[in-house]
């Protein structure tokens, strides 16, 4: 999975402006994907260049033109191969549990201060995820699948929570 093929499949649902693009991922995918202006703005002019996508200049009032970038049939093909292919293996960077992995050899209020700090963190993604997929859920916006991708990530969230809960009772 690249960001080009996140792309790809925001644009197959409608047309949008590259700041929309940003507000979906910060919308839907924040929990298992980040994306930031300067990786999507790129991505979107090389797509463009690519043939995968269209831009049109839309004219506002008082205001400069707004790109907005339409999914191509070569796009839609793209996409559909993606789709179509296993996903991908997994492969989970995280600093957090880098320094936990090396934790035997920091001292004990260190380690308490990270798993406090590291705990506090996942809680409140825990609320803003479910708080999004409640108030999706509500507009009835969400498919099935869309839904139970935010699920999983409530799950494993809430994994998280109470093994480090947990550890620090212990």
């Not at 463009?48 to 999914?71: C, H, W, Y």
């Not at 380690?111 to 803003?128: G, I």
């Not at 494993?156 to 009772?169: C, G, H, K, N, P």
């Amino acid at each position: 999975m690249n960001i080009q093929d996140v792309i790809l499949g925001i644009l197959s649902e409608k047309p949008h402006s590259g700041y929309d693009i940003k507000r979906h991922f910060e919308e839907y995918f924040s929990f298992f994907f980040d994306a930031s202006f300067g990786t999507i703005y790129p991505t979107l002019s090389k797509m463009e260049k690519l043939g995968l996508i269209s831009r049109e200049a839309v004219r506002q009032e008082g205001k400069p033109d707004k790109n907005m970038f339409t999914i191509t049939p070569d796009g839609k093909q793209h996409f559909q191969e993606y789709l179509r292919q296993p996903a991908e293996k997994e492969v989970l960077r995280s600093d957090f549990l880098m320094h936990l992995y090396f934790g035997d050899m920091a001292d004990e209020e260190t380690m308490h201060t990270l798993l406090r700090e590291a705990l506090r963190a996942k809680q409140e993604m825990y609320e803003d995820l479910e708080h999004k997929l409640q108030e999706l859920d509500k507009t009835g916006k969400l498919t099935p699948s869309q839904k139970l991708c935010m699920e999983l990530g409530l799950v494993q969230y809430d994994a998280f929570i109470r093994r480090v809960q947990s550890a620090l009772e212990s």
